[in-house]
């Protein structure tokens, strides 16, 4: 274990010029919740570690009907998962929060590290996907925006620069009669790391008109966690039959080619995706119908499903 | 090279000089000398650890020492008043909520977190509450049935003010 330098930024403009100063040997801890654990394993040993938590106006979150929902970097994913409009307009990105680790880890672990640490599993992820999130990313040049899909380059790897911060993650409003919702398959259930992790979308024209919009993300299956495009294919223009919901699953479960680790086996991988591309699909569907479930309803699911 | 914290223990301002690398757990235990909480696995995944951190139970060995600075913690230690337990302690005890006890620190301030939250005790919010915490002694439904017992008491206790 390498021992490192400890430094705390108060200011994005620090932040920069630190990242600028130590490059690739400077490592950014939010939560620290991945950190500690990879730098004590030896994975992670970076000689300058920058400490963002007490960065000034990367903390809040926000939700207006005209631009969304604006999530700063430093907000945890308890706070996601406790926002009523997260509840209310983006359910399946307040069950992945619910899903997300135990409250202890939810209270330090941030949105952006989520991101940022680019795990293929990260539970926030599929379903900022099917929003359609983009990323403000904060530069010695100033801002820049990336779509969140053009995000991510590998397990691990982002396009994030040496020398710049993600600020802001923004999530464009959903249309009205949108439905979604997310669902974690992992072997213990609560705390563990998901083996597939599925978020769906379906927006309708009008509350029993045909699907306008349809989006299907996967998590744990790919090097990155990806759209499931050919499977939305198979809804958008459609009014959707259980028999063409049960077609994008199977188009979502033989477009992935999962590997096979202590999780489980790429067969059983494949398998989960088409049955939670299923259940998400179902969920998402009704909610589109008939509005969205109550909290204690989302709450009832969730613990369901990790119980 | 280490570098002098300052942090409110249980309600008592505290120094320690500590490491960069250190974990607010491995400062309680070994440089605070509270080893009321536990290190199970070390990496987030057991809630031996829990403690609340402004508030909020957090996984104490995730938590780097030096971000916790000018921060509240409240450990296991802080809650009983002298020899009168705390509620949610007083609950563990009678609803057998306990066995070896190595978990219990880590439920109990889960609990106390869970319950100062507001949420509406129900089974489902309880459990979703404490799946941070593994417990391999009780089979969990005395843990439950502890919390419940605890949160009436909390209710009426606070009815009576």
């Known amino acids: ?307 | 090279m280490k570098k002098q914290l300052q942090i409110t223990v249980n309600g008592e301002p505290r120094q320690a000089l500590v490491e960069p690398y250190y974990s607010l757990l491995d400062t309680l235990r070994d440089e605070l000398h509270l080893t009321g909480t536990k290190k199970g696995c070390d990496e987030g995944d057991c809630g031996a650890c829990t403690v609340l951190l402004n508030g909020k139970p957090v996984c104490s060995c995730l938590v780097l020492a030096h971000s916790a600075h000018d921060a509240e913690v409240t450990t296991i230690e802080g809650l009983a008043n002298g020899l009168e337990l705390h509620p949610v302690q007083q609950a563990f005890v009678e609803r057998g909520g306990l066995q070896c006890g190595f978990c219990t620190p880590g439920l109990i301030l889960s609990t106390v977190g869970f319950l100062e939250s507001g949420e509406e005790p129900t089974e489902e919010n309880i459990k979703h509450a404490l799946g941070g915490n593994l417990c391999r002694c009780t089979g969990y439904t005395k843990v439950i049935e502890a919390v419940v017992a605890a949160s009436r008491w909390n209710r009426d206790s606070q009815g009576t003010e």
């Open chain 1, 1 to 307: 274990m390498k021992r490192f330098e400890y430094l705390e930024a108060r200011t994005v403009r620090q932040v920069i010029s630190m990242l600028q100063r130590y490059g690739e040997n400077a490592r950014i801890v939010a939560g620290s919740t991945d950190f500690l654990v990879r730098w004590r394993a030896g994975v992670w040993n970076p000689g300058h570690v920058i400490n963002i938590q007490r960065v000034a106006g990367l903390g809040r979150i926000t939700y207006s009907s005209r631009n969304g929902l604006r999530i700063g970097v430093l907000v945890t994913v308890q706070a996601l998962e406790q926002h009523p409009m997260v509840r209310r307009r983006y359910p399946a990105l307040a069950a992945a929060a619910a899903s997300f680790a135990g409250v202890q880890v939810r209270n330090l672990a941030t949105v952006g590290g989520n991101i940022c640490n680019a795990s293929p599993s990260g539970d926030t992820i599929p379903a900022l996907l099917v929003f359609g999130a983009e990323c403000r990313i904060a530069g010695p040049d100033g801002d820049r925006w990336v779509a969140l899909d053009q995000f991510f380059t590998g397990p691990g790897q982002t396009v994030l620069r040496n020398d710049e911060l993600l600020a802001e993650v923004r999530v464009p409003p959903p249309p009205s009669n949108t439905g979604s919702h997310y669902i974690k398959h992992s072997p213990r259930g609560a705390m563990d790391i998901a083996t597939v992790g599925v978020a769906s979308l379906v927006s309708l024209d009008g509350r029993r008109g045909p699907c306008s919009e349809a989006r299907i993300a996967l998590g744990a299956v790919a090097p990155t966690p990806v759209r499931a495009y050919s499977a939305e294919d198979i809804l958008r223009g459609h009014d959707l039959s259980q028999e063409l919901i049960q077609a994008a699953a199977d188009s979502a479960r033989d477009g992935v080619q999962p590997i096979s680790d202590i999780r489980g086996s790429a067969e059983h991988r494949k398998e989960i995706v088409g049955v939670l591309t299923r259940r998400t699909l179902e969920q998402a569907l009704n909610s589109a119908a008939s509005g969205p479930l109550t909290f204690e309803d989302q709450r009832r699911l969730t613990v369901q499903a990790a119980f």
